[in-house]
């Protein structure tokens, strides 16, 4: 059972837009900053968003990272089938002296 | 950045193994750096974090008492010592830059490939 809890899976047309999750607590996403970051097995994990919304170097406009209180939400604008992966969040926990992560959010474009 | 991890392989349940990663293209003493591991079938899960002057480590529950994280800032290298190694250990583990010398999560801005450790009889 992750700290941070995500939905396992969504599931989006081409040219859609999706909305991915991350619930956590006063010790984790609500203190530190929330990073997000896709994932294909096997592969790199890549960083998508950094500091809860900033979007690195190279990273599309397409992409965007928010979070309020408790909880952060990665959005994705004009999906491609690119895009189908697993999409992690990920932060600081003081109650666990650990850094955690979601559990993954799978995402399918179809 | 680069990050080239090494040392996984196949090993019995019990003994141990030590990881490597070598850093390039970054002054490495100035960043945290961490594993992370993905089990078969399984999510990411953060192993463990150090400074960049080594001097402060932290440890996932799993692994504390048994997996021992340090770094050489003359050779530009991370290690991962694992002893007591366990099934559950199995995964692809991978090494991680941090943005900040913490060596506390803030975000890793780069990651190597892995390295497969599968511990079986």
């Known amino acids: 059972q992750s700290v941070l809890t995500q939905p396992p899976s969504v599931t989006a047309a081409p040219g859609q837009r999706v909305t991915i999750s991350c619930s956590g607590s006063?010790?984790?996403?609500?203190?530190?900053?929330v990073s997000w970051y896709r994932h294909v097995p096997g592969t790199a994990p890549k960083l998508l968003i950094c500091?809860?919304?900033k979007r690195p170097s190279g990273i599309p406009d397409r992409f965007s990272g928010s979070k309020s209180g408790t909880s952060a939400t990665l959005g994705i604008t004009g999906l491609q089938n690119g895009d189908e992966a697993d999409y992690y969040c990920?932060?600081?926990?003081?109650?666990?002296?650990?850094?955690?992560f979601g559990g993954g959010t799978k995402l399918t474009v179809l | 950045v680069q990050l080239l991890e090494s040392g996984g392989g196949l090993v019995q349940p019990g003994k141990s193994l030590r990881l490597s990663c070598e850093v390039s293209?970054?002054?490495?003493?100035?960043?945290?750096m961490n594993w992370v591991r993905q089990a078969p079938g399984k999510g990411l899960e953060w192993v463990s974090g150090?400074?960049?002057?080594?001097?402060?480590?932290y440890y996932a529950d799993s692994v504390r008492g048994r997996f021992t994280i340090s770094r050489d800032n003359s050779k530009n290298t991370l290690y991962l010592q694992m002893n007591s190694l366990r099934a559950e250990d199995t995964a692809l583990y991978y090494c991680?830059?941090?943005?900040?010398?913490?060596?506390?999560?803030?975000?890793?801005?780069?990651w190597g490939q892995g390295t497969l450790v599968t511990v079986s009889s």
């Open positions: 991680a830059k941090d943005s900040w010398p913490s060596g506390r999560l803030y975000y890793f801005d780069y």
């Open positions: 150090i400074s960049g002057s080594g001097v402060n480590t």
């Open positions: 006063t010790s984790n996403i609500e203190t530190y900053s």
């Open positions: 990920a932060t600081w926990d003081s109650s666990l002296s650990a850094a955690v």
């Open positions: 293209g970054s002054t490495f003493r100035n960043y945290g």
């Open positions: 500091e809860d919304n």
